[in-house]
């Protein structure tokens, strides 16, 4: 089945690299096999002139479409695109990219502050409030050994640093709950 493509795009294409070498290893030919099981072959010349071309190269054609190395990729292109088109396209392509990354990048350092905010100290007031509330001691048991401020919903869950959602545990029944809830 033919790939319909859109007019002024540029598609990845599937290629594999093969090459075949003679006695001793040296390199004789590189073929590239694309998207039908067909390929290309290369001999050593035109194979490293493809690396260090800094200018797209017109590959084969299949079907009306046509494989292009450019920027470091194999594209397939409709018929009739010039090698200036398929740069432009290219180049897009990566600096679209680019952005991408930048834009997750961003996020992820987004994600990354919020869980940090979420691992602050809580504040004095609240601790206080929290304190004076549960009078010194663990809500559990009563010990008043090995005291920590424990969130009744966990932050993972959803839970904030409001002194409704603190309470007091010691450190067993702190223990004892992180066991039971997991
Ligand atoms: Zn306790």
Redesign the pocket.
Same mark, same amino acid.
């Given at each position: 089945m033919r790939t319909i493509l859109t007019r002024m795009s540029l598609q990845r294409a599937n290629v594999r690299i093969e090459e075949r070498r003679g006695f001793f290893g040296a390199l004789k030919e590189v073929r590239l096999w694309f998207s039908r099981g067909e390929h290309v072959a290369l001999n050593r010349e035109a194979w490293d002139a493809l690396g260090r071309s800094g200018e797209p190269v017109a590959l084969g054609e299949d079907g009306g479409r046509r494989l292009w190395y450019a920027e470091g990729g194999y594209y397939w292109a409709e018929d009739g695109m010039d090698a200036e088109a398929v740069a432009l396209l290219a180049w897009d392509r990566e600096r679209r990219q680019d952005a991408r990354l930048d834009r997750l990048r961003k996020i992820r350092a987004a994600e990354e502050d919020a869980e940090r905010g979420r691992r602050e100290r809580l504040p004095d007031e609240v601790r206080a409030a929290v304190w004076h509330r549960d009078e010194g001691r +663990?809500v559990? +048991?009563?010990?008043e050994q090995e005291l920590q401020f424990d969130h009744v919903i966990p932050f993972s869950r959803g839970g904030s640093n409001a002194v409704e959602n603190i309470q007091i545990? +010691?450190g067993?029944?702190n223990r004892a709950k992180g066991d039971s809830i997991v």
């Open positions: +663990c559990r +048991c009563g010990s545990l +010691c067993p029944c």
